[in-house]
């Protein structure tokens, strides 16, 4: 077949499986469907190099939220892998490996995160977009950050919002495991369970949500760089790019992520390419 063909086809197959993706910020996010039993959360990605996972993103795909210029590849690259499992698992899985030239951080605070080196993210997992501060904070959306070296009485995993909403980052709803062996480069591996609507009251009082081939969630991911200067972002890195200035309140600035459906069903893996270039 040729190839204009099988990229036509593939696209059919796409929209009538997955339909088109609403209007969305920055990078789509295209989440392979991952077998849990063949990934173990221990901040390495030997486990997705066996299992044969494709790269989800790099610094390439990243613009500076704050608006500035991305930093030089010696000062900041990445290289991200995403996935998702089916129930009864039901998590999001990532593993990114950041190189970095100078590590930071001091920030004495879990609020203050995002003055320091870390992973940043956003879920939405209805995909209802808007301001998630609203009400209780964290109830519809999240703000989630992951910090490689967090000083005493600093949160590794945090929830910007309710303090009663912390369980969302803790096991077993939440795993994740940094390598520091090479500082002042890092990775960072995780899964998580994600929410329809997240309660003070618990995970018994939640709404979990069930991850779908074909659907698509809004998930942001952003990493901040902060160098010299002490609580200053050099830059920040993230999926939504400088149109997700917002993405700290509004969901609506998440990238949209399409969950891409078990290996049996899915596009060969060279067509993807030429499909992303399609949505974008």
């Given at each position: ?97 950041v190189t ?66 912390q369980w ?104 993807w390419g ?7």
């Open positions: 077949m040729k190839k204009t063909l099988a990229l036509s086809v593939a696209f059919a197959f796409v929209v009538g499986v997955f339909g088109i993706a609403s209007a969305h910020i920055g990078t789509t996010i295209y989440v392979q469907n991952v077998d849990p039993a063949k990934i173990t959360i221990d901040g390495l990605n030997d486990d997705w190099l066996a299992a044969g996972y494709e790269v989800t993103f790099t610094q390439d795909d990243m613009e500076d939220v704050l608006g500035g210029e991305m930093q030089p590849l010696d000062d900041f690259a990445c290289v991200g892998y995403c996935g998702w499992s089916l129930p009864p698992d039901n998590m999001l899985y990532w593993y990114i490996a970095d030239d100078i590590h930071n951080a001091d920030t004495p605070d879990d609020g203050g995160r995002y003055k320091d080196d870390n992973v940043e993210m956003g879920i939405d997992a209805d995909h209802s977009g808007g301001n998630y501060r609203e009400g209780i904070h964290g109830e519809q959306a999240q703000q989630l950050g992951f910090l490689p070296t967090p000083g005493a009485g600093i949160a590794q995993n945090y929830h910007w919002g309710d303090a009663a909403l969302i980052v803790q096991e077993p709803y939440c795993y994740v495991a940094f390598n520091i062996d090479d500082l002042p480069n890092y990775a960072c591996e995780g899964k998580m369970a994600i929410w329809d609507r997240a309660d003070v009251g618990g995970p018994e009082a939640s709404d979990r949500h069930v991850l779908t081939a074909g659907e698509t969630i809004g998930w942001m991911i952003q990493i901040d760089d902060v160098d010299e200067t002490p609580d200053t972002r050099d830059c920040q890195p993230g999926l939504e790019g400088s149109e997700g200035g917002r993405s700290w309140t509004d969901a609506s600035q998440f990238n949209d992520a399409v969950l891409l459906p078990p290996s049996e069903d899915a596009v060969e893996p060279s067509t030429g499909i992303k270039a399609l949505f974008e």
